[in-house]
């Protein structure tokens, strides 16, 4: 097959060019900068007493206020499994007021049966993709964090970051896993100094700057063309049709 020539002269005719809006680099600049401090909100997946994915989640949040954020963690206890009650349920209404109220989260889950528990995707599989005009995680950032009974394994921390790109968030590179948490962690609940803390240090540093980066620009960065096509009247009216609802 032959290669086109370059520059490519065959046009674009199934683009919609009254919605086509090329980026630049003027829109990725702020003219405005937030003066709050960043607003991270931390999940964690584990209802026991004695929780160590609730003891990172600590650690985290310790980080990120000594790096200047301001922090809060949801406590998932009461909160219903999806389906089995409406949204406005008070503790599903919490966790969404604050994932809109964040610029960032950390969701950190124990490895349980080679994955995520069943308490951490509930907290997610709440936060809705979209409400109304609102979308409670779309651009902002994530880190994953898992902690495990035995020896160092991925498995979570992969799921999570699947969930993260689902929901439309900006999932940094860096991520923790903390093999035989019960060994990290004293009697008190803080970790113990070594190379599996400095990763977590890392994470949160990270998170931090990839934070300050977006958080301003996070409207720009996820405004996307076939959202923008979505948008406009006759395509609303046309999936209305389609799916069957006539407004009387």
Not at 197 to 204: A, P
């Amino acid at each position: 097959m032959d290669k086109p020539a370059q520059p490519f002269a065959d046009g674009l005719p199934n683009l919609s060019q009254a919605h086509f809006v090329v980026p630049t680099r003027e829109g990725v600049q702020t003219t405005t900068p937030f003066t709050h401090a960043p607003r991270f909100l931390i999940l964690y997946g584990s209802l026991r007493e004695r929780s160590f994915s609730r003891f990172l989640a600590y650690e985290a949040a310790r980080l990120l206020e000594a790096m200047g954020g301001e922090v809060r963690i949801y406590d998932a206890h009461g909160l219903p499994l999806p389906d089995d009650s409406t949204a406005d349920h008070p503790k599903v209404q919490e966790l969404r007021a604050l994932s809109i109220w964040s610029e960032g989260q950390v969701w950190v889950s124990p490895e349980r049966h080679g994955n995520m528990t069943g308490v951490m995707k509930s907290q997610v599989d709440w936060l809705p993709l979209s409400e109304g005009s609102v979308r409670p995680t779309q651009g902002r950032t994530l880190a994953v964090m898992q902690v495990s009974g035995g020896s160092q394994s991925f498995n979570a921390v992969n799921s999570l970051r699947m969930l993260g790109r689902w929901m439309r968030m900006i999932t940094i590179p860096n991520q923790s896993s903390v093999p035989m948490a019960y060994k990290e962690f004293d009697d008190a609940g803080r970790m113990k100094p070594g190379p599996l803390y400095e990763r977590v240090v890392d994470v949160c540093e990270e998170l931090m700057k990839v934070t300050l980066l977006t958080r301003e620009r996070a409207d720009y960065l996820v405004d996307r063309y076939s959202e923008r096509k979505e948008r406009e009247p006759e395509r609303l009216s046309a999936v209305a049709a389609d799916i069957g609802f006539v407004k009387r």
